[in-house]
């Protein structure tokens, strides 16, 4: 059974840093591709970052320059470094893995993902 368990999110005030944390389970952990996303109440799940197997990033043009994702194989954990935070990054943010590659078009939609974490808050304060 794959799991997915996010941790690492909080209230921070504008222009402050989280670093989000996902530990998988459950799975070939290394060759899957990974992603977070965020979502809003009512509004659809939206992506932030995902990262291939190889390596690869993809970044939503709202974080590029702020947001770092990365991932340890060796420990099965996916992080997403977020720096110069701002209140419009509030929402709550989830983990995703797929079993197979991605394009640079694909990362972003959700149904391309087969697993999901429950999610942790991130809250941005002005």
């Known amino acids: 059974q794959v799991q997915l368990v996010e941790s690492g999110g909080g209230s921070v005030q504008a222009g402050g840093s989280l670093r989000l944390s996902c530990v998988a389970s459950g799975l070939t952990y290394s060759t899957y591709s990974m992603a977070w996303f965020r979502q809003g109440p009512g509004k659809g799940r939206v992506g932030v970052a995902a990262i291939e197997s190889t390596g690869d990033t993809f970044y939503a043009n709202s974080v590029k320059g702020r947001f770092t994702i990365s991932r340890d194989n060796a420990k099965s954990t996916l992080y997403l470094q977020m720096n110069s935070l701002k209140p419009e990054d509030s929402d709550m943010y989830y983990c995703?893995?797929?079993?197979?590659?991605?394009?640079?078009?694909?990362?972003?939609?959700?149904?391309?993902?087969?697993?999901w974490g429950q999610g942790t808050q991130v809250t941005v304060s002005s």
């Open positions: 995703a893995a797929r079993d197979g590659q991605m394009t640079s078009t694909r990362w972003t939609y959700p149904g391309s993902y087969g697993h």
